[in-house]
């Protein structure tokens, strides 16, 4: 049985995330679907600097 080709490859995704660091844009996670659809979650930094009142007591 032969394998089937990746939908994306490591070189890829790394060019992706390396464009995400390079334009200041932090990455909180990614998804690759089984289709090769790549889905890069960022962080909000003004949500990350707020305090969060659970944190009060």
């Known amino acids: 049985m032969s394998q089937r080709r990746a939908p994306i490859t490591q070189?890829?995704?790394t060019r992706y995330l390396k464009a995400y660091r390079d334009a200041g844009i932090p990455v909180a996670r990614t998804?690759?679907?089984r289709d090769g659809k790549v889905v890069i979650y960022t962080t909000d930094t003004?949500?990350?600097d707020a305090?969060?009142?659970w944190d009060a007591v």
């Open 46 to 48: 003004a949500t990350d």
């Open 51 to 53: 305090k969060n009142p």
């Open 11 to 13: 070189a890829e995704l």
């Open 31 to 33: 998804e690759i679907g």
